[in-house]
């Protein structure tokens, strides 16, 4: 696994282009309500996140950041909304996860940034019925 | 009877040498001296976070000894002093009572989430710092663990 800032900056734009996709295939699964509510949040999070990532690269002048899929694998279940939310958990969890290595992997205003997704996440994860934990964003394997 | 060649050849260069390097044996001793392992442990290079670490180990044990009195008063600030408590264990802190400045009995909610919230700012403020990248995202997941909670204690 590359170390360098803009590998990591890429790597974390690969994932948010997957998250937006599972958002917004979760939001068109779900009736309005509060889980729907939750769920435009996380979206809204996750494309500010994406575009941000991207005109950072750019500004880093990257010449090819990594672009979305044609499609992602959904996980499965998401016919009930309880599928629905336990997936979107798993999805804020791991994005968790990545932001805490961006944290790792990046200095200055770039390490800011992943701190404050950090958190906002982690506070997310609790919309989803997660529980607050010890190390949020920390992979427990 | 004659000794054998080699012995002779080793005999006459041992004549030869000896000399120069009883000469030069003041230099050798000084050069042996320089590359002489040191009798003790150099010490460890200065740790550029220490001086981070005990600061954000002084914070913590500062609101969590305030927000002790008050665990009984709501789960989640029984949950925040456990959470401390975990978060200087990770830190590997010497223990230590904290400094509690006491917090206002009428108002606990709100002054617990305006400590606990500063706290986290504080936190924040370390992990941009950091020069360890682990001691980084360490301190970024101990602030988001800190929001999680603040977040309940304001829901």
Not at chain 1, 103 to 125: M, Q
Not at chain 2, 31 to 57: H, Q, Y
Not at chain 2, 74 to 89: G, S, T
Request: aromatic share 4%; with cysteine; proline share 9%.
């Amino acid at each position: 696994m590359s170390t360098s800032p803009q590998a990591a900056l890429r790597a974390a734009l690969a994932s948010e282009h997957g998250a937006v996709y599972l958002f917004a295939a979760l939001r068109s699964r779900t009736a309005p309500g509060a889980l729907a509510d939750a769920l435009r949040t996380a979206y809204d999070f996750h494309r500010a996140t994406r575009d941000l990532l991207a005109d950072r690269l750019a500004e880093l002048g990257d010449p090819a950041p990594p672009g979305a899929a044609p499609a992602y694998t959904l996980p499965g279940g998401l016919d009930t909304a309880a599928g629905v939310t336990a997936a979107a958990l798993v999805a804020e969890q791991t994005a968790a996860i990545g932001y805490g290595d961006l944290v790792a992997r990046t200095t200055g205003s770039d390490r800011s940034r992943a701190i404050a997704w950090l958190a906002d996440t982690a506070v997310r994860e609790l919309s989803f019925g997660g529980r607050p934990t010890t190390l949020p964003g920390i992979d427990p394997k | 009877m004659t000794p054998p060649r080699a012995s002779r050849r080793t005999a006459l260069g041992a004549l030869v040498l000896l000399p120069l390097l009883t000469a030069c044996s003041g230099r050798v001793d000084d050069a042996v001296d320089r590359l002489r392992a040191p009798e003790t442990t150099p010490p460890a290079p200065p740790n550029p976070d220490a001086a981070a670490v005990a600061a954000v180990a002084r914070a913590i044990e500062d609101v969590r000894a305030a927000i002790s009195p008050y665990a009984g008063s709501q789960p989640v600030v029984a949950d925040l002093v456990a959470l401390h408590e975990a978060h200087l264990r990770a830190l590997a802190a010497t223990p230590s009572p904290g400094t509690a400045a006491p917090l206002d009995k009428d108002q606990v909610p709100g002054q617990v989430r305006a400590r606990e919230t500063a706290l986290a700012r504080r936190i924040t403020t370390r992990a941009v710092a950091a020069h360890d990248p682990e001691l980084a995202r360490l301190l970024a997941s101990m602030a988001a663990a800190i929001g999680q909670r603040t977040a309940e204690l304001a829901g």
